[in-house]
């Protein structure tokens, strides 16, 4: 199994930016929800370390969801899906990097724009944590 060559089967790759961003926005609000509920659970004592709560929070919500689903709630609403490039869904592992990956970059933000151009100018339209776990995303009409 392999993914679709973005040259000869564009469509797959087609808008993807957009979507990876609309998707994005779903799952920063499903992140944000989680945390305030999660945030209660523990008598709101999570306060205390907030900032880190919520990245332990979304690292775990795109972990799991990635692993069970191959998409986030996000993801599904847009219609991509997340496979490794050989075509395959990746395992949970490289669900976890690609989850720390993608919460780290956002601390750090000339790597997250080098990642927002990576999607943009990429032939399997790729930012710096598919790059770095060999993923991409692609339309959920992919071949499965």
Not at 22 to 36: G, I, K, S
Not at 52 to 78: D, K, P
Not at 101 to 106: E, N, S, V
């Amino acid at each position: 199994m392999s993914l679709p060559d973005p040259e000869v089967q564009p469509e797959f790759y087609q808008d993807v930016p957009l979507k990876r961003a609309l998707a994005w926005l779903v799952d920063l609000l499903v992140t944000l929800v989680l945390t305030l509920v999660a945030l209660a659970l523990t008598l709101f004592i999570a306060t205390l370390f907030l900032p880190l709560f919520y990245v332990v929070v979304s690292i775990a919500y795109r972990t799991v969801m990635l692993s069970r689903y191959g998409a986030t709630l996000g993801m599904m609403m847009t219609a991509l899906k997340w496979r490794g490039l050989d075509g395959r869904a990746p395992d949970p592992m490289t669900a976890f990097a690609y989850s720390a990956i993608h919460a780290g970059q956002w601390a750090v933000v000339p790597v997250q724009i080098a990642s927002i151009v990576m999607i943009l100018v990429t032939p399997y339209r790729q930012g710096v944590n598919d790059m770095m776990t060999g993923t991409t995303m692609l339309h959920r009409i992919a071949p499965e």
